[in-house]
């Protein structure tokens, strides 16, 4: 694995220090903290009370927000996230209004896929550009175990119904853990060769209710790739995106892979994203514990006085020193 890039990202990273001010572009929109499945990193055990749908923002409404930051932080690509975003009645109709707004470039989604085999065509069809689809294990068993009651069949037909709808590349995230790296990093891998997608593998965060459980299934990308001694064939061009993108020789097959080290090497210096939940509040980063509230500030300030308040407020988006929150990933839209 080539250093020079990740020692700079971990230099900048290791003690919490302001970024140079940040473009932000991305725009990650969660559109629900509910979700189908209960992946035991992700979300708690009890699941996210249906109660606290009633506080969401309507769909209109959330594109009303996301309409007035792209005009004003230049926000021009935006991908969907949850909870699981698919649960979220009329997903679509968000879709196919943020699609068709000259600024926006692309619309993508992050999903488990467990719904993409009835809804992949109609999302294509409201102007989805593609999708990233969680799957952490090939093992029937071991895929219950971790989502907590999910259908691996369910998923993997979800992935031929989103190939099949041309919602492409289609990407492959995985949650590296400990106890199964040394199984389900090979499969995945085969998976990956035979079927053409790029496969993404990220490091475990300490998140939500389970953090000690993370923390002791926490294995680095440095330590997967030397235990199966990965070749890299070729570096791809590093982008904005934290994934570090590579061409495997696996087995013969090259597989295009991407590794997102939050832990051992964070990006932050290169991140260009801005987050927005289902109630309208922006965060600059995961792992920030202060928040926006972007449509009280709407409902409360001139024009002017949101938008400096927002710059300052963007401007001052820190890296953390530490991937740790009690807040579930599903809460913040991950
Ligand atoms: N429900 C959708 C899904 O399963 O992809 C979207 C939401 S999920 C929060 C988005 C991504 O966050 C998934 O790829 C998941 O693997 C990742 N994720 C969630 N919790 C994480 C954690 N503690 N550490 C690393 N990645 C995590």
Redesign the pocket.
Known sequence: MSETLLQVESRHTQVDCVLPVPRTTLLRL?VTDL?N?R?R???PLEGVPKRSDCCLLSLECLASLVIWLSSQVGINRIRL?????LVRPGVEHLIEELSSLPAIQEVSL????SLLSKMAWDLKAAGLGRV???L?SLDKERFKEITRGGNLDRTLEGIKAAQAAGLTPIKL???LQRSTWRQEVPRLLDYAAESGFEIRF???????T?RAW?ESEFVSVDEVCCGLDLEVVLEKEQTHAPARRTLLNWRGALVSTGW?T?RSHPFCSRCERLRMDARGQLRRCLMDPKTFDLPLALATMSGLEVRQELKSYIAGKFAPHA?DSSF???Q???
């Open positions: 969660s979700c499945l992946c990193y992700c979300m996230t949850g909870g699981e975003p992050t999903t488990n896929g990233n689809i969680s952490d995230n995985t949650v990220i490091e475990l965060m300490r998140t939500g389970e993370c997102i939050p991937m579930a990933m599903s913040i839209g991950g």
